[in-house]
């Protein structure tokens, strides 16, 4: 992501443009050259970030739109992007990055402004982002430009495992019953957290065969669903974690058994483990997790623009990703 360094002098750049799909290979060089040179700062020198799935990265930019942006210099090159997504009234930015040699010249503020002032015309309610709490770098960087930290969100893992009961997969129906699943995912987001809409990523995820989602049914009606990626994050890796983007959950007290349909859904994909990324102000949720020998492997700080804060259901779970 943008970091803050010493001030010189900014180099010509023009932009915000459109990213379009034959701009990925150069994307996937800048994100991983940014967060490589961000880990050596950091002093882990030897962390080389890895290029990601290009898939992930079709995702990504249609999953976002019109917020999908990047910068050029004077040669053309790609210098900077930022992937911006409004999923209804939530927005949030990810990921983000400047080229090393062009950090600290104030492309990093234009990148995170143009992102924030596109999800305000969005109408969106909720503008965040997701940073490495240990770096002091872009937690002031982001201060500066009106964010405000919040809570961590913790990614916990369970091993893939079987399960008693038959997991109801969206990919499995047909046209119809996918239309009217995910109208009813919308529907419980929207009982939850008003405003909030997962349809395009669901929707997507389907259509790009990245993963799947769990639907769990109570009586006849729709008492949660996980949408999960479980194509390689990385490119050139294999299957190793199933991913839960969104997780939304009518009553806390259903989340073991949603937990336990998707170590089923791992198992069944051929992948080791489910990855849950739990926002810190569901503590049961993490307590459950621990409980049932869930390992906390990584810890991000979210951030929200100032009046763009998050606020969580009154009733009932809404994990959302703001990573891709």
């Given at each position: 992501?943008?970091?803050?360094?010493?001030?010189?002098?900014?180099?010509?750049?023009?932009?915000?443009?459109?990213?379009?799909?034959?701009?990925?290979?150069?994307?996937?060089?800048?994100?991983?050259?940014?967060?490589?040179?961000?880990?050596?700062?950091?002093?882990?020198?030897?962390?080389?970030?890895?290029?990601?799935?290009?898939?992930?990265?079709?995702?990504?930019?249609?999953?976002?739109?019109?917020?999908?942006?990047?910068?050029?210099?004077?040669?053309?090159?790609i210098v900077a992007f930022n992937i911006a997504h409004?999923?209804?009234?939530?927005?949030?930015?990810?990921?983000?990055a400047v080229k090393p040699d062009v950090q600290g010249?104030?492309?990093?503020?234009?990148?995170?402004?143009?992102?924030v002032d596109w999800l305000k015309r969005r109408g969106?309610?909720?503008?965040?982002?997701?940073?490495?709490?240990?770096?002091?770098?872009?937690?002031?960087?982001?201060?500066?430009?009106?964010?405000?930290?919040?809570?961590?969100?913790?990614?916990?893992?369970?091993?893939?495992?079987?399960?008693?009961?038959?997991?109801?997969?969206?990919?499995?129906?047909?046209?119809?019953?996918?239309?009217?699943?995910?109208?009813?995912?919308?529907?419980?987001?929207?009982?939850?957290?008003?405003?909030?809409?997962?349809?395009?990523?669901?929707?997507?995820?389907?259509?790009?065969?990245?993963?799947?989602?769990?639907?769990?049914?109570?009586?006849?009606?729709?008492?949660?669903?996980?949408?999960?990626?479980?194509?390689?994050?990385?490119?050139?890796?294999?299957?190793?974690?199933?991913?839960?983007?969104?997780?939304?959950?009518?009553?806390?007290?259903?989340?073991?058994?949603?937990?336990?349909?998707?170590?089923?859904?791992?198992?069944?994909?051929?992948?080791?483990?489910?990855?849950?990324?739990?926002?810190?102000?569901?503590?049961?949720?993490?307590?459950?997790?621990?409980?049932?020998?869930?390992?906390?492997?990584?810890?991000?700080?979210?951030?929200?623009?100032?009046?763009?804060?998050?606020?969580?259901?009154?009733?009932?779970?809404?994990?959302?990703?703001?990573?891709?």
């Amino acid at each position: 992501m943008a970091t803050a360094r010493t001030w010189r002098q900014a180099p010509p750049v023009d932009g915000p443009h459109e990213i379009r799909r034959d701009d990925v290979p150069a994307l996937n060089q800048v994100f991983s050259d940014a967060f490589t040179e961000r880990y050596r700062r950091d002093g882990l020198v030897g962390v080389r970030v890895p290029l990601l799935n290009p898939v992930i990265w079709r995702y990504a930019i249609e999953d976002a739109a019109g917020g999908a942006m990047l910068w050029r210099n004077e040669r053309g090159e790609i210098v900077a992007f930022n992937i911006a997504h409004a999923s209804g009234t939530e927005g949030w930015m990810g990921p983000l990055a400047v080229k090393p040699d062009v950090q600290g010249s104030g492309v990093g503020k234009e990148v995170v402004r143009a992102g924030v002032d596109w999800l305000k015309r969005r109408g969106c309610q909720v503008i965040g982002l997701e940073t490495m709490p240990r770096t002091m770098d872009n937690v002031g960087f982001y201060s500066r430009l009106g964010f405000e930290p919040g809570r961590l969100t913790f990614t916990l893992t369970q091993d893939a495992a079987p399960g008693e009961r038959l997991p109801l997969f969206l990919g499995r129906l047909g046209s119809r019953d996918k239309a009217e699943l995910i109208e009813a995912c919308r529907r419980l987001t929207a009982e939850r957290l008003p405003g909030y809409d997962f349809s395009r990523e669901i929707t997507l995820t389907d259509e790009l065969s990245l993963g799947d989602t769990v639907a769990l049914h109570d009586g006849g009606e729709l008492a949660g669903f996980a949408l999960c990626h479980t194509v390689p994050l990385v490119e050139g890796r294999v299957r190793e974690e199933l991913r839960v983007l969104k997780l939304v959950l009518r009553r806390e007290e259903d989340f073991a058994l949603m937990a336990a349909l998707l170590r089923d859904f791992a198992r069944r994909s051929g992948t080791r483990r489910v990855a849950f990324r739990v926002q810190g102000e569901y503590t049961r949720v993490y307590a459950r997790l621990i409980e049932a020998g869930a390992r906390v492997r990584w810890t991000d700080l979210r951030m929200t623009a100032v009046g763009y804060g998050e606020r969580r259901p009154e009733r009932g779970v809404v994990l959302s990703n703001w990573e891709i």
